[in-house]
């Protein structure tokens, strides 16, 4: 298990993981494990990730950086993906989730966690086959909205 190692990595802070079998269950006590390490950039590409479950206790503190691209990342695992993108404490800038199989359903669950979301500046949701015209305008709506700004 990588646990203890990443638990003691007092100096790691990027950890490129792409192409390794890893699965949903393995990204979720991997990511659990990262709470108090000084990670700021993870990358997990093609690990055959799908459902994410985040416990809003163990939010690794320094992340900025968070890649899941061609994964199966779906309605559920965006569920998981919100818990990063809410409240004062979040502090992800860059989410790439390009190539998973996220729908209007996910994209409208992503939505609804950034609208008081300060800190993302970059999302990438590029080849998600199951994003429509309904999604889109979702995220239309939301970079375009104006509402916050006195």
């Not at 949903?24 to 709470?35: D, T």
């Not at 990730?49 to 559920?76: C, Q, W």
């Amino acid at each position: 298990s990588m646990v203890p190692f990443l638990q003691n990595a007092n100096n790691l802070t990027h950890l490129y993981l792409d192409d390794n079998n890893m699965q949903s269950e393995g990204f979720n006590i991997m990511f659990r494990a990262l709470r108090d390490s000084p990670i700021e950039m993870l990358h997990c590409d093609r690990c055959g990730i799908g459902s994410i479950e985040i416990d809003t206790e163990h939010i690794p503190k320094h992340m900025t950086f968070l890649r899941l691209n061609d994964n199966s990342i779906n309605t559920d695992g965006c569920r998981g993906i919100a818990k990063l993108l809410q409240g004062g404490d979040a502090t992800l800038s860059n989410l790439y989730l390009y190539g998973n199989k996220i729908d209007d359903n996910g994209v409208g669950i992503l939505v609804d966690a950034l609208h008081n979301n300060n800190s993302l500046t970059t999302l990438n949701l590029s080849e998600n086959d199951g994003i429509s015209k309904q999604g889109m305008t979702m995220l239309l709506k939301l970079v375009n909205d104006i509402s916050s700004i006195k």
